[in-house]
C-alpha cells in the first residue's frame, strides 16, 4: 500500500501497539484506532480517529475499517491464568474472524495479523522457520494457531491480502511483562530452573515496529508468513545474564531443579483457579527455563528488507533507563 492512505489498528492501547501507532504517525500515516475507551496517553493528529468498539462485536467494527486500505490486528487477550479459556478464545480466534470480516466489508486492501513465535512451542530443530512444526503449549498458543488457520482461509477468499506475522519475545521501553523478572534481578531474588542451556529470542519494540511498517509497505507478500526476531537469539542464561548486567547485578545464583518447580506451578494454578487468583507462580514461567526459542529471519530480511539493528545488551540498557525514569525500577 502506498504512504498516505489510512491504516486501522486494534489493540493500539497495549504496548505493541503504542509503539507501532508512534512509528505509523511519524511516517505520516492517517490511523483509525479501534479502542476500549479513548486513551487519553496517545497524541493523535486532527485526521486521526478513535473508535470505541470491541472484535467481540461485530456491530463495532463497521466504523473502525471503515476507509481503511489497511488494518493491522494486534488485540490478544493474554495469558492469565485466571481467566477462563472460554476468554481467550473468543478473542483471540472469534475476533479475529469478526475483524477480518469486517475489513472485508469495507475494502480494506491488505490484513496484518500479529500471531507469536509462541505456536511452535518448545523448537527441536533450531534456528527455526515459519514452516517448523506448529507446537503450541498453552491456551493462549492454542487460540493463536487456531486464528493464524481462520487467517489462511481468509487468504483464498476476495482479493483482500492476508499477511501473518510472529513477532519474538518483545521488550523494550513501555513493556510491564519483563519489569517482574529485572526487579528480582536487581534484588539478587531470581530463581533459575535448571541451566537454562536451550536459547532464547527477543526482539526490541522499534525492530518490531519497522517490521510492521515493511509489512504494510512491502508489495506480493499477500498469503505470507513472516518471523520477526532480533538480530541474533541466545542461550537463556546469557539472556538472563544480560538482563542482570543491565541492573548493575551480578547473574543469578539462586538455582532450583526444573521438574519440581514445575510441579509446584500446576498445584499452584490449581488452588488459586477456584477463586480467580492470578497464581503466583504460573507452569508457563517455568517453562520459559527449558523451551528451546531460535529462529531463523532470513525471509524477513529477504523479501521485507527487515534489518533488526538493536542487540539484546543496548535493548536491555535501553529498557532499564527507561524502568528507572518512570520509577518502576529503583
Known sequence: MAKG???????SAG???KALVRGLADQDYPLT???HAAQPDITLSPRDRVVVGDVTDPNSLAPFTKDCAA??????????AANPPEKSWLINVEGTRNTLAAARAAGVRRFVYCSTIGVHGNVRSTPAAEDAPLAPGDTYQETKVAAEQVCRDAMNVGDMEVIIA??????????LRMLKMFRMLSKRLFLQAGPARENFHAVYIDDLVAGF??????????GETFILGGPSYVPLRRYIATAA????APPPWLRVPYAPLLAIAAATEVLCRPFGLEPPLHRRRV???RNNRAFDISKAKQLLGYAPEIELAEGMRRTVAWYRQTGLLT
Request: glycine share 14%.
Open 287 to 289: 517453562r520459559f527455563f
Open 166 to 175: 510472529r513477532p519474538a519475545s518483545v521488550y523494550g521501553p513501555g513493556d
Open 15 to 17: 504496548f505493541i501497539g
Open 33 to 35: 484506532l479501534l479502542q
Open 245 to 248: 548486567q543491565a541492573v548493575d
Open 213 to 222: 511498517l515493511s509489512l504494510l509497505e512491502t508489495e506480493g507478500i499477500g
Open 5 to 11: 492512505q489510512r491504516v486501522g489498528v486494534t489493540g
Open 71 to 80: 488494518v493491522v490486528h494486534l488485540v490478544s487477550d493474554f495469558r492469565s
